[in-house]
């Protein structure tokens, strides 16, 4: 009994340092915005009025809300499955007996390690009217497209430049669960006479679970508070006409264009659900639970 | 190899982590100063926020600082803000820990002003009628209310490159003043120049078109709480020129239509006969592209009356200074006695008239037609709503130049949103 009050003593030790700065960096200020989002609040001087619910009736009744979850929607569901396919499938061809495996791995980490402001620098010259991309599909195809001022292709540019970006770190993930498969189920796969492919879908893919559990989340996590690739791109408006407009850019315009930190508290209140509600489900679908234990 | 990928994987998460804690460097830099606002509590020194727009101009700041510090005694604390200079400034209020004095841009001004976060400093200024009306004057609120006073500007003006302007056949003399006869003669010499080269390059946000509103008689952001850009369709004409301007060739985007960062290196690159910019250019030019023959004129006349875009910068003390004294005297030394020292090494024009003639401002070629444009620009200043009216025309403004929208359904989506939000706040 004594003893088991002693480890719980040192557990507790042990966690202070790291639960006091949770607590401090990431408890207080959610219960702050919490707080903040029922209030009508200049930033500037700090004043507050109570005003209940009224700053939720004012975010669903703004076009820009629904515009902002339309654009952050289309860029999870497009973004999510491509990056983790393409990790994968990078991943197996890395892990096999390729040669100059670490010399790939080297040089396609580098976009990871590439901040995502100077990324979108690099995308926006890449992209622009009279940029690279843009002159090659007009000497193939012979049709002049714009990207960056067309409000149907401006947050492709975004979904491709991040699909880029992330896809090194994911692979690198998963890169370290495949070598975490002990080879004798492929051995016996074999024997039972399956096919490399078979093997990928019914050794492989099972095996990796876990892995692909936290890719997904990460990936949905991170592609839902995607902003600095939509600030940089349209200059903080989110425009061409709203088009790149996230959820993150939304909340950062209410406090800072707006200077409305009440509303911009209630709009990181609905991000945080939908987050958690997204996760919730993948959770669910991918029966997380069981197979983490 | 399976180590060295773990190893590999935890370098990019911290990577990653490092990453997004630059995101919001403004707040970081809010928490490191947090200690230094603390330990200066035994009087006498003034905590400065600005933001480093350049090296120079840094280091102008610092040996201007060094004088006042020699001639009063009074310490200053240089603190540079890199980017989003105004939000890490909000943040800063936000968080009750604004410093004594700061840069305040005369766009944010309105919103600072009305929240009575700054100190009032009428009556403790020297000499306030050297400086130039326009630019003083956003800083007030009231006949005893000055909130802020100007530390230096820039004007819009238009820039010209003989070079390519000589190899097509014309002369600086040519350069019609009138908007209209210019856009014809933009026109006229895109025929005569290389296929990368654009005759004028043009900036579509309203920060630079606004003056085309004033001079029109229309106010978008001038009434308090709604946005107006419909009500005189006069100013649909200016928009439309653009708009030809653009569809014809002979206005390019820098940035969108020909992939160069700004204005000034698509220019400094020979790649544009003409640009309307401030006289933040200048040194670029200068040092970068020093083989560049360069001249610039006054910024063209719309409705045959001179107009330009004034940007103002002003110094403002925020109320819960605990130094105030010492604050307003090192205002009073940067903006008057230590002004032409801060002018001449930063490369910026002196807000007073007084030190524009001492500096002899008005016999440079390449600076006169900025100083000029001081007594008659519009300061890029309105009501608290601008923040809020400018977002959602420079929304629009891009649909209109695509072709989606005319300028009239994009200036209406513009002002209908923009009355949305304000209705809502």
Request: hydrophobic share 45%.
């Amino acid at each position: 009994m004594r003893k088991k009050r002693k480890n719980n003593i040192q557990g507790l030790i042990f966690m202070a340092p790291a639960a006091l700065a949770a607590i401090v960096f990431i408890v207080v200020p959610i219960a702050y915005a919490f707080f903040m989002m029922f209030f009508n609040i200049n930033l500037l001087s700090g004043t507050r009025t109570f005003i209940g619910f009224d700053n939720f009736g004012k975010i669903i009744s703004d076009p820009r809300f629904w515009a902002a979850l339309r654009n952050t929607t289309t860029y999870v569901v497009v973004v999510v499955p491509i990056q983790t396919a393409i990790a994968l499938i990078m991943a197996a061809l890395l892990n096999s007996k390729i040669k100059f495996n670490r010399v790939f791995l080297t040089v396609m980490f580098i976009p990871t390690l590439t901040s995502s402001s100077a990324m979108t620098l690099i995308f926006m010259w890449l992209f622009n009217n009279n940029g690279l991309i843009v002159n090659q599909i007009e000497q193939l195809t012979g049709i002049r497209t714009q990207f960056l001022t067309n409000p149907d292709l401006a947050l492709s540019v975004i979904m491709i430049m991040n699909i880029f970006s992330t896809v090194p770190h994911f692979m690198v993930v998963f890169l370290s669960g495949l070598q975490d498969i002990p080879t004798n189920l492929y051995e016996a796969s074999s024997i039972d006479g399956a096919s490399k492919i078979r093997q990928f879908f019914h050794v492989t893919i099972p095996q990796l679970m876990p892995i692909l559990f936290y890719v997904v989340t990460m990936g949905v996590v991170g592609t839902f508070q995607i902003f600095d690739q939509a600030f940089i791109l349209s200059g903080g408006t989110g425009g061409p006409q709203n088009a790149t407009l996230t959820f993150t850019l939304y909340i950062y315009q209410l406090a800072f264009t707006s200077n409305d930190m009440g509303r911009a508290s209630a709009m990181s209140f609905i991000l945080g659900v939908i987050i958690f509600t997204f996760t919730a489900i993948i959770n669910k679908v991918m029966k997380a639970d069981e197979m983490n234990g | 190899m399976n180590k060295f990928i773990k190893s590999l994987g935890l370098v990019s998460t911290i990577a990653l982590l490092a990453a997004c804690n630059n995101d919001d460097g403004a707040t970081d830099n809010d928490t490191g100063d947090n200690e230094e606002g603390v330990t200066n509590e035994n009087g006498g020194n003034v905590n400065l926020a600005v933001w480093g727009s350049s090296p120079a101009e840094t280091n102008a700041m610092e040996e201007t600082i060094s004088s006042f510090e020699e001639e009063t005694g009074i310490e200053v604390e240089l603190e540079i803000i890199q980017d989003n200079f105004q939000d890490a400034m909000t943040a800063r209020f936000a968080a009750n820990n604004a410093p004594d004095v700061f840069y305040l841009e005369a766009f944010a001004a309105p919103m600072f002003m009305e929240s009575g976060v700054l100190e009032n400093l009428s009556g403790e200024i020297d000499d306030v009628d050297d400086f130039f009306d326009p630019l003083i004057d956003v800083f007030r609120s009231g006949e005893d209310e000055l909130y802020a006073v100007p530390k230096d500007y820039s004007t819009l003006a238009l820039y010209v490159n003989e070079d390519i302007l000589e190899a097509a056949g014309y002369s600086v003399e040519d350069i019609p003043r009138d908007w209209d006869d210019l856009l014809a003669f933009a026109d006229e010499l895109q025929d005569n120049l290389e296929d990368d080269q654009a005759a004028m390059l043009f900036d579509q946000s309203l920060a630079r078109h606004y003056s085309a509103f004033i001079n029109n008689g229309l106010d978008p952001a001038g009434e308090e709480g709604r946005a107006d850009f419909t009500s005189n369709p006069e100013v649909i004409d200016y928009f439309q020129s653009i708009i030809d301007g653009k569809e014809a060739g002979y206005m390019q985007n820098p940035q969108i239509d020909m992939g160069i960062d700004s204005a000034g290196a698509a220019f400094g690159a020979n790649k544009a006969a003409m640009m309307m910019e401030g006289n933040w250019v200048i040194s670029a030019l200068n040092q970068e592209y020093s083989d560049l023959n360069y001249a610039v004129v006054e910024s063209p006349t719309i409705n045959g009356e001179e107009q330009s875009m004034t940007f103002s910068v002003g110094y403002a003390v925020s109320k819960d200074s605990e130094n105030r004294d010492e604050a307003i005297s090192f205002i009073n030394y940067m903006t008057n006695a230590g002004l032409k020292q801060w002018s001449e090494l930063s490369g910026t024009l002196p807000p007073r008239g007084s030190i524009a003639d001492e500096m002899n401002l008005l016999d440079n070629p390449v600076l006169a037609p900025h100083v000029a444009a001081a007594d008659y620009g519009t300061v890029w200043s309105s009501g608290e709503s601008l923040p809020i009216v400018s977002a959602a025309f420079d929304n629009y403004f891009q649909a209109a130049i695509n072709g989606d929208m005319t300028v009239e359904e994009a200036l209406q989506a513009a002002e209908d949103e923009a009355n949305a939000e304000l209705d809502r706040r």
